[in-house]
């Protein structure tokens, strides 16, 4: 099985990636935790767990890892320093294992940073071109605004949607979870709303495209 460490596993949507993988017959999650407290509650639940604190120091978090998801952000407290420089922190801790594979949680609307969130998808810009020039085999995931609804399993996927919308959280871990396939989107950044398409048809479109 191939370990999977997760940044960001004590979110609202890491929590569901974890879950995800460790029903899997494929992956087995590996928790980055920045506490005891963290730690006790995954190894409670048989979960694997590696301290790191991305605002600090991550580079021997990804030691023995196969691939990696970055689904953690600073929820607009420090997102300089960690939704950007944490994340570049991990990449190249990454890139040091020689990780097989980085599949980064964005959002849409990095690629013209305006508004309220100007800050954050100008983080999460940085960071997505800093993956994209690491070297790295990688999938850049950009959902719409992320809902607490139940997932449906389906959505509507493009590298660039010409319009905005919503997501369950769920069925972005499920996306992120998919896009681990080192088939998909190799090296590609896409789009992703609720829609009309089973998850895992929408992402093998993607495959060695």
Known sequence: MEKILVAGATGTTGEKIIKLLKSSEKYQPIAMVRNEDQRTRFESQGIE?????????????????????????????????VDQEGAK????????????????????????????????LQAKQNADQYLDISGLTFTIVRPGSLTN???????????????HGTIPRWDVARTLVQSLD???????AFEILTGETRIEEAVEQLEMA
């Open 49 to 81: 767990t590696v301290m790191g604190d991305l605002a600090k120091d991550v580079s021997k978090t990804t030691k023995e890892i196969d691939k990696v998801i970055f689904a953690a952000g600073s929820k607009g407290k420090d997102v300089v320093n």
């Open 149 to 163: 609804n139940e997932g449906i399993g389906k959505i509507k996927l493009a590298n660039k949607l010409q319009e």
């Open 182 to 188: 080192d088939k998909i989107a190799k090296n590609q």
């Open 89 to 120: 922190r991990l990449i190249d801790a990454a890139k040091k294992e020689r990780v097989n594979k980085f599949v980064m949680l964005s959002s849409m609307g990095v690629d013209n940073p305006r508004g309220d969130l100007k800050e954050y």
